[in-house]
């Protein structure tokens, strides 16, 4: 796909973080965006910045995770937009515990969005988009559906299945229409709300840093609450409008995996050259990766 001019682009957790930028931008280079989100707050505040570019626009309070809603939602985009070119499977969040201390909800909650969410999504789009000249559909992953750490047993498990799923969707979408894109996004870090938006009690997010204090020495000048966390990772890593113009960019490419970030292509690389001892490696590059965020947002943007 070379240009998103006059495409239709529908977009999953729009309302905050890497979701809100991929709008912008998308309209910003004539793409006409219909954004979804489960918090209408943030939504209309996409929404609302969305207003300055001449584009059409149209926003639906959804939850990925609600099978009979995503079902609905070609229908509404179709009748609004009279077609759709593009899906972006971007809603996602995180919970952060041990496994063993993790509560069976916590699990679930965390595969029907951003597993579950993905392939519905996913299964109600393809429809309507496998006729079409050109065609994209965009699945977040993470650099965490490639490498694991301790702490994110629920969020590894759903990233790695969402690469299971396009990476499979992928080579049967070339033998069905070459036209179609499917794509899997793997970001680093990213600086976006996601750590704050973690479901996780004080008293579990100091018990899990005990644990992994002791296993770790990175985690020594580790953040104290939850809170504090969730902003330190806001403001440490890679502006999401950076990140969304990377998506872009490797869209227009016909890139399967999108690698997000310099941490994301090392702790990828690593996996690749050590399979079984990733982690020793990142002793030599995590530190050299702090000093060289890309935090400022893209020029382009306002
Ligand atoms: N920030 C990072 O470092 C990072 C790294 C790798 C992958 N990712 C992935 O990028 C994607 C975007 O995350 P982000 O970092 O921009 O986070 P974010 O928290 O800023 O945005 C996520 C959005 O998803 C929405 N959402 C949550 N549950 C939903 C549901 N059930 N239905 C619809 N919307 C829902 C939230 O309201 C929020 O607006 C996620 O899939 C995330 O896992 C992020």
Redesign the pocket.
């Known amino acids: 796909m070379k240009s998103f001019k006059k495409k239709v682009a529908v977009i999953?957790?729009?309302?905050?973080?890497?979701?809100?930028y991929l709008a912008i931008l998308l309209a910003k280079n004539g793409a006409d965006v219909c954004v979804?989100?489960?918090?209408k707050k943030?939504?209309d505040e996409t929404v609302n910045i969305l207003r300055k570019y001449n584009v059409s626009v149209s926003s639906h309070i959804?939850?990925?995770?609600?099978k009979e809603s995503i079902k609905e939602l070609p229908k509404k985009v179709m009748e609004h937009h009279g077609k759709v070119d593009m899906v972006f499977?971007?809603?996602?969040?995180?919970n952060g515990s041990h496994f063993k201390d993790m509560k069976e909800e916590s699990w679930d909650w965390v595969m029907?969005?951003?597993f579950e969410?993905v392939v519905n999504s996913t299964r109600a789009f393809i429809p309507h988009m496998i006729n079409n000249s050109e065609a994209a559909i965009v699945n977040?992953?993470?650099?965490?559906g490639i490498v694991a750490v301790p702490g994110q047993s629920a969020?590894h498990a759903s990233?790695f299945g969402v690469r299971g799923f396009t990476e499979s969707l992928a080579l049967e979408m070339k033998q069905t229409n070459p036209n179609f894109q499917i794509h899997c996004?793997?970001?680093?870090?990213?600086?976006?709300?996601?750590?704050?938006?973690t479901r996780i009690s004080d008293e579990d997010y100091k018990k899990m840093q005990e644990m992994n204090t002791r296993s770790s020495f990175f985690r020594r000048n580790q953040p104290k609450t939850h809170q504090e966390m969730g902003e330190l990772?806001k403001k440490g890593?890679?502006h999401?409008s950076k990140?969304a113009n990377i998506i872009l960019n490797g869209i227009k490419k016909n890139k399967s995996k999108i690698f997000?970030g310099l941490d994301?292509k090392l702790l990828d690389l690593s996996q690749r050259l050590f399979p079984n001892h990733y982690h020793k490696t990142w002793i030599f590059f995590v530190p050299l990766l702090m000093l060289f965020r890309n935090k400022k947002p893209l020029k382009s943007i306002d």
Do not use: E, Q
């Not at 996004?185 to 938006?197: C, F, K, L, S, Y």
């Open positions: 999953t957790g729009a309302g905050s973080g890497i979701g809100r979804c989100d489960i918090n943030t939504l959804l939850d990925v995770s609600n499977n971007n809603a996602g969040v995180n029907s969005i951003n969410g977040i992953s993470s650099i965490f969020y990233k996004v793997h970001p680093g870090h990213i600086g976006t709300n996601i750590a704050a938006a990772f890593g890679m999401p990140a997000v994301a």
